[in-house]
């Protein structure tokens, strides 16, 4: 089972050692809320703007597929990036494990998402989004090469890295969408400007945590962190699944 890191020895319970963890963990929140406030903000302006671009129909088949992607992502991510932060001994034991579940969840649910995509979009009233579910769903098989940098930057307290490599990749790929919206490319711009904007995030994530990409499999490791991080997964795919999908009601009343 995963448990929470606790110090060892004299010096981990020295003061001036609880004082400058305490400092990474003031800095590492503020980072923290300072992205979250930044994206949430963000995102809710450029998705107006784009609403308003591209016309609510047309935009209504890109918050389709997005919903279906963020809830994907959760279930995707497995809490494995959680795992890395609260494993207790040296998590380069776990990374190579943390690495090769990632990605295979991520290719198993690619393809899951491929083929269900037309069903999905005529369940929800845009037979269109099709494609557009598919192309943006690509953006999970990115995804999977995020835990292990994403959790190691967090569990390191390098927040900022992390913050960083979010907005850079946010803003990408809000140019890419924009330029092709412009350029009459519909709903597929948005789904475009998404992958592109992953997989800048997923390149910044990985320069900054070296050695995160290592690939190998214990299965012992791999029970361990799946009983700790599934629940996790459970439970974020629930909250962020109604807060995109109020999100999206929310933008499309804001369009023309």
């Not at 929470?4 to 809320?33: D, I, Y």
């Not at 990605?103 to 557009?132: E, H, L, Q």
């Not at 192309?135 to 967090?154: K, M």
């Amino acid at each position: 089972m995963v448990k929470p890191r606790r110090g060892h020895g004299r010096h981990a319970r020295s003061p001036a050692n609880e004082t400058s963890l305490a400092g990474k963990a003031s800095r590492a929140l503020g980072w923290n809320f300072a992205s979250t406030v930044l994206t949430r903000l963000s995102t809710f302006g450029i998705s107006v703007l784009l609403a308003r671009l591209l016309g609510p129909h047309t935009f209504g088949a890109y918050a389709v597929a997005l919903v279906a992607l963020f809830a994907m992502q959760n279930f995707n991510e497995l809490g494995m990036s959680l795992a890395i932060v609260r494993w207790e001994a040296d998590p380069r034991e776990i990374v190579p494990t943390v690495t090769t579940t990632s990605v295979f969840f991520s290719v198993v649910t690619y393809v899951g998402c491929f083929f269900i995509a037309p069903f999905y979009a005529s369940a929800m009233g845009a037979p269109a989004a099709t494609n557009v579910v598919r192309v943006l769903a690509i953006a999970i098989l990115i995804d999977g090469f995020c835990n292990t940098p994403s959790g190691l930057l967090q569990r390191d307290f390098r927040q900022g890295r992390r913050a960083i490599a979010l907005q850079v990749g946010g803003w990408a790929g809000t140019g890419v969408t924009v330029a092709l919206a412009l350029a009459n490319y519909g709903a597929m711009s948005l789904a475009i400007g998404q992958v592109v904007g992953a997989l800048v995030v997923a390149i910044l994530l990985v320069a900054f945590a070296p050695g995160s990409l290592r690939f190998g499999f214990s299965p012992t490791k791999a029970r361990a962190l799946l009983r700790f991080g599934l629940p996790l997964a459970g439970s974020n795919l629930v909250a962020r699944s109604r807060s995109d999908c109020m999100c999206s009601r929310i933008t499309l009343r804001a369009g023309p």
